[in-house]
């Protein structure tokens, strides 16, 4: 079993409790947090020194991820611990994404030039493009995964019907 962590509180705790190996995240992760409490997003801490303190906590596989956008990133995560690094947003753009045709745009519009993590959309900390939805609702945002999820979500298309 593969365990998401944000700690190395969070990594004791996943070993505990059987996990085989752990995927470590950064704080400077795109989307969702991994984090075990929803409700205190993690520390800003970089994704080397993440490692060394998870790797110091526990002897599991790590398998890096949070912030890895060039081979240095990766090479910086193996010096510090992790047997592989995982890389999520670096691919968002991509035909197989799941990303939304107005979110690639965002992510190259230069008027979208800050992240900020934000509970805005789904209830759970994330990080995100900053804009004026995330500016107006970051503050008052209920910490409702998945229902507030569900809640902000696009609806899904309507099958066609013939009269």
Excluded: W
Excluded at 36 to 49: C, E, G, K, W
Excluded at 78 to 104: D, F, I
Excluded at 126 to 138: I, K, P
Excluded at 145 to 161: D, F, I, K, R, V
């Amino acid at each position: 079993m593969l365990q998401c962590v944000t700690s190395a509180d969070e990594a004791r705790r996943a070993a505990g409790a059987g996990a085989e190996a752990l995927i470590v995240q950064a704080s400077a992760a795109g989307g969702h947090s991994a984090t075990l409490t929803p409700s205190s997003p993690p520390a800003p801490v970089r994704l080397p020194d993440l490692i060394a303190g998870v790797r110091g906590a526990v002897a599991l596989p790590i398998i890096a991820t949070g912030g890895i956008t060039t081979a240095a990133d990766v090479v910086a995560a193996e010096r510090a611990g992790a047997e592989a690094a995982m890389v999520g947003t670096a691919l968002l753009r991509t035909k197989e994404s799941g990303a939304s045709a107005p979110h690639k745009a965002a992510l190259v519009d230069p008027a979208f030039d800050t992240t900020v993590v934000t509970r805005a959309f789904t209830g759970r900390p994330a990080r995100a493009l900053r804009n004026h939805f995330t500016d107006r609702y970051d503050l008052i945002a209920p910490t409702g995964y998945p229902a507030l999820h569900h809640l902000s979500a696009e609806p899904p298309p309507q099958p066609l019907t013939h009269a």
